[in-house]
């Protein structure tokens, strides 16, 4: 089967190093939702190695590496369930990773039909999360709820959780009027918002902690 649509490999150290069986004698190295383990925590350090979003290498295989496997099942096109199967394994060691649109400079990316946010330097994606952008449905007296596509950039943010009349927004960042990149406790790999760019909260963390999307960024949303 050919490279994944948008993927490249992220190089050899990647490289694809064969199916892999599980069998009764190594079923504990298999990473499991809802669990800690070395299993876990390898699995971590091999998606943070290709740019993932994980949180921390901590071992246990909550919301943060459930939105991450979301992530890497987008990039191969494979059904988004966030759990490890050997399929997902196979992937991961070869080592695909979105592209980037753009050849240089520093910004932030949106892909709204696989609904992706990368962070890119230079033309390199550095750093891949789960988002989830507007539905398309009608709300508010006639209005639909769509991403704005477009080049923008980061017109002001907020450190703290604003509260809107559509909801909470954790650590706006807005990019074109009241459309924000924001942290939400419901981040599913599927559009959902009401037009705004969705992450979880720890992503939200990382873009702030990381300078990666500072007043005056980039955001490319197509």
């Known amino acids: 089967m050919g490279a994944a649509v948008g993927a490249v490999p992220a190089g050899a150290a990647h490289a694809d190093r064969g199916p892999h069986k599980v069998t009764h004698r190594h079923q504990a190295d298999v990473p499991k939702p809802g669990t800690t383990s070395a299993a876990n925590r390898r699995l971590q350090k091999e998606l943070s190695a290709l740019g993932y979003f994980t949180g921390p290498w901590n071992g246990y295989y909550g919301p943060d590496m459930a939105q991450a496997m979301f992530a890497v099942q987008k990039v191969n096109g494979l059904k988004t369930n966030a759990r490890w199967s050997e399929e997902v394994d196979r992937k991961i060691r070869r080592g695909w990773v979105p592209v980037a649109r753009s050849t240089s400079g520093n910004l932030v990316?949106?892909?709204?039909?696989?609904?992706?946010?990368?962070?890119?330097?230079?033309?390199?994606?550095?750093?891949?999360?789960?988002?989830?952008?507007?539905?398309?449905?009608?709300?508010?007296?006639?209005?639909?709820?769509?991403?704005?596509?477009?080049?923008?950039?980061?017109?002001?943010?907020?450190?703290?959780?604003?509260?809107?009349?559509?909801?909470?927004?954790?650590?706006?960042?807005?990019?074109?009027?009241?459309?924000?990149?924001?942290?939400?406790?419901?981040?599913?790999?599927?559009?959902?918002?009401?037009?705004?760019?969705?992450?979880?909260?720890?992503?939200?963390?990382?873009?702030?902690?990381?300078?990666?999307?500072?007043?005056?960024?980039?955001?490319?949303?197509?």
């Not at 609904?115 to 507007?134: A, C, E």
């Not at 939400?184 to 873009?207: D, F, I, K, Q, T």
């Open 109 to 222: 990316e949106v892909d709204l039909q696989r609904q992706l946010l990368m962070v890119v330097r230079g033309g390199k994606v550095v750093k891949v999360f789960n988002t989830s952008g507007g539905n398309g449905k009608p709300y508010g007296g006639g209005k639909i709820a769509t991403t704005p596509r477009g080049v923008f950039t980061v017109q002001r943010q907020v450190n703290k959780v604003e509260k809107s009349p559509l909801g909470e927004l954790y650590r706006p960042k807005y990019f074109h009027g009241g459309y924000a990149i924001h942290g939400s406790a419901y981040v599913p790999p599927r559009p959902a918002s009401h037009g705004c760019v969705r992450v979880s909260y720890e992503a939200m963390n990382w873009l702030w902690k990381s300078g990666s999307l500072p007043v005056g960024g980039r955001v490319w949303i197509y």
